[in-house]
């Protein structure tokens, strides 16, 4: 059983940093991508990063670039999303996915075959 476990989120006011954490079981974590996503209510989950564990490419949104980073620490099995600059726009429940299969374009949610629970960001203006 894959297993992503999620935390980091929080409430913070506009122009504010977090740092999300996702921790992978060693299965999960030999990934061929981890990514993160976001759904805001109403709205359709969205690719936010994601990272190549071969390369260590990294991909984002480009309503995320230059505010946002996705790293990986391998001693850990974990991923980050350290998220800077922070906008009410980006209030959202955020997911950590993993997929051992890629094969797609990075911010396609069907290319992920596991998804932790979700922690919520709240951004206030």
């Known amino acids: 059983q894959v297993q992503l476990v999620e935390s980091g989120g929080g409430s913070v006011q506009a122009g504010g940093s977090l740092r999300l954490s996702c921790a992978a079981d060693?299965?999960?974590?030999?990934?061929?991508?981890m990514g993160w996503f976001r759904q805001a209510p109403g709205k359709e989950r969205e690719g936010v990063a994601a990272?190549?564990?071969?390369?260590?490419?990294?991909y984002y949104a480009d309503s995320v670039k230059g505010r946002f980073t996705i790293s990986q620490d391998n001693a850990k099995k974990t991923v980050y999303l350290q998220m800077n600059s922070l906008k009410p726009e980006d209030s959202a429940m955020y997911y950590c996915?993993?997929?051992?299969?890629?094969?797609?374009?990075?911010?396609?949610?069907?290319?992920?075959?596991?998804w932790g629970q979700g922690t919520q960001v709240t951004v206030s203006s």
């Open positions: 996915a993993a997929s051992r299969t890629g094969g797609g374009p990075w911010d396609w949610p069907s290319m992920y075959n596991a």
């Open positions: 060693r299965y999960t974590y030999s990934s061929n991508y």
């Open positions: 990272i190549y564990s071969g390369s260590g490419r990294t």
